[in-house]
């Protein structure tokens, strides 16, 4: 065995059953479903809680941050598309770094998958509470003490609705991907339409005015702006977690994934035009619940804000199932791999779905949720991400190298140079995360490389000292299919 350990792709497929039954899991999501889930991890706290962040750092010119976010995504779009395809498992961008540059790489592309979905999640939550807050003042003319609604750090004691959306979520993910599924597909309708709805009251009073100076901080603040906004696209990746629950993955995932890309780009400029040019950037710039003030701010009312409000609960209530489903999925496919404790590949009978591995994943997420500060940690999660977007371009030309005759449903465009500019736009938002990120993510790395040290390799499956499918097993399995 090499010292890389890679496993092939045919082998990742034949341990998971993933051209045949799954590994416990049930193939119950169609293209729609695929599209609502996209649009469910996707759109969320990015547009409703951070655009004011982006907003501040790029002024008017956040739509050009928000188009140059999207590239950098859409060059890793079709590589996952590509991958998703082509080895349809759970582990997502985890399974793909195994089968093209090995386990070790692969263990610490999860690692930073448990950054940023964990990072994500907790944060998301915490925006949930905030938009929680605008309803109840809404509807009642009431909220929710400071000391219930946030953390320590931001003058609280715990965020107890924050708590309580994980712990919805959890409880959704226990009881079937089906069920799942149906309420992502209904939260993703609810907050499109809210959005569609707040286009047209932003385009109502829109002022020409208001989007001049276009980019009063100049390219530095675009790129900034750039940055931030990337973490509203945060997610479409979670679409390849569903490849073993998939009714036809191979087809259906690189049509999702682009479908959903698309959508959400359009939708993303729309809302922040309508906003600007509503009531000007100043005005958006630093507000958190910065939708709901613009449409109180044109209508002369609470009761649209309000509206606005109850969207913003649904839609992140959503990103949080989605990506709880994601990240329970690749723990599960590293269980499977020996890499993590096999608590987290087991899948109850009952239900089909890995019942331990996402009761632990609500309780450790919702501590943070619950009582740290996130503020510190998110350009680590960006960068971390950007990382796992790297990688898997990278993968990509890997494998076209290796594994030239893999079967591919979807083929990235302008190949090689798609996954080349895929890395190259990563890096620069790395670049522009700063120094300071740069040492705090290569301290996060060794942690994860001394951990794969200590426990990873020594159970890895594909190293033949835990048990578990053998790569022997796994080959006879796959000349059985």
Request: charged share 10%; net charge neutral; proline share 5%.
């Amino acid at each position: 065995m090499p010292a890389s350990r890679i496993k092939s792709p045919h082998l990742l497929v034949a341990e998971s059953g993933a051209d045949r039954d799954g590994h416990g899991l049930k193939r119950t999501m169609g293209l729609f479903q695929l599209i609502c889930f996209g649009v469910g991890a996707i759109v969320g706290t990015g547009i409703f809680v951070g655009l004011s962040d982006s907003v501040a750092q790029a002024g008017p010119a956040v739509v050009v941050s928000y188009i140059l976010a999207a590239i950098t995504c859409v060059f890793t779009a079709f590589s996952f598309a590509e991958l998703g395809g082509a080895i349809p498992v759970s582990g997502s961008s985890y399974s793909f770094a195994y089968a093209g540059l090995g386990e070790s790489t692969a263990f610490l592309v999860g690692w930073c998958l448990l950054l940023e979905y964990g990072i994500s999640i907790s944060a998301v939550a915490v925006g949930w509470s905030q938009y929680v807050n605008e309803l109840l003042h809404s509807l009642t003319g009431l909220q929710l003490p400071t000391a219930l609604s946030a953390g320590p750090g931001d003058g609280g004691i715990v965020n107890l609705p924050a708590v309580v959306v994980i712990a919805m979520a959890s409880v959704l993910l226990v009881r079937g991907v089906r069920e799942s599924a149906r309420a992502t597909a209904a939260m993703a309708a609810v907050k499109l339409v809210i959005l569609l709805a707040f286009c047209a009251i932003g385009y109502s009073a829109f002022k020409d005015g208001n989007l001049t100076p276009f980019s009063p901080a100049g390219l530095g603040g675009i790129g900034a702006g750039t940055t931030a906004a990337f973490f509203s696209y945060i997610g479409f990746d979670a679409i390849t977690t569903a490849g073993e629950e998939a009714k036809n993955p191979r087809r259906d995932i690189p049509v999702a994934i682009m479908v959903c890309m698309g959508l959400v780009t359009l939708l993303y400029c729309a809302v922040a035009v309508a906003a600007i040019g509503a009531i000007g950037s100043d005005e958006v710039a630093g507000r958190p619940a910065a939708l709901s003030y613009v449409v109180n701010a044109v209508t002369g009312s609470t009761v649209g804000g309000g509206v606005i409000a109850f969207g913003a609960v649904v839609a992140i209530a959503s990103v949080v199932l989605a990506v709880m489903y994601g990240q329970t999925r690749i723990l599960m496919s590293m269980s499977r791999d020996g890499l993590i404790p096999r608590v987290f590949e087991k899948v109850s009978p009952k239900t089909s779905t890995p019942v331990a591995g996402t009761l632990i994943v609500a309780v450790v997420f919702a501590l943070p949720a619950a009582f740290a500060s996130l503020d510190a940690v998110m350009n680590l999660c960006t960068i971390g991400t950007l990382a796992i977007m790297a990688v898997v371009n990278v993968v990509v030309i890997a494998l076209r190298r290796r594994e030239p005759g893999l079967t591919r449903s979807f083929r990235v465009p302008l190949y090689p140079v798609g996954p080349l500019l895929g890395v190259a736009f990563c890096l620069y938002l790395m670049y522009e995360t700063g120094w300071r990120t740069w040492l705090q993510f290569a301290v996060f790395l060794a942690v994860g490389l001394l951990v794969y040290v200590a426990y990873g390799r020594r159970h890895s499956t594909l190293g033949g000292t835990a048990p578990g499918v053998t790569p022997d097993d796994a080959e006879r399995e796959l000349q059985a299919v």
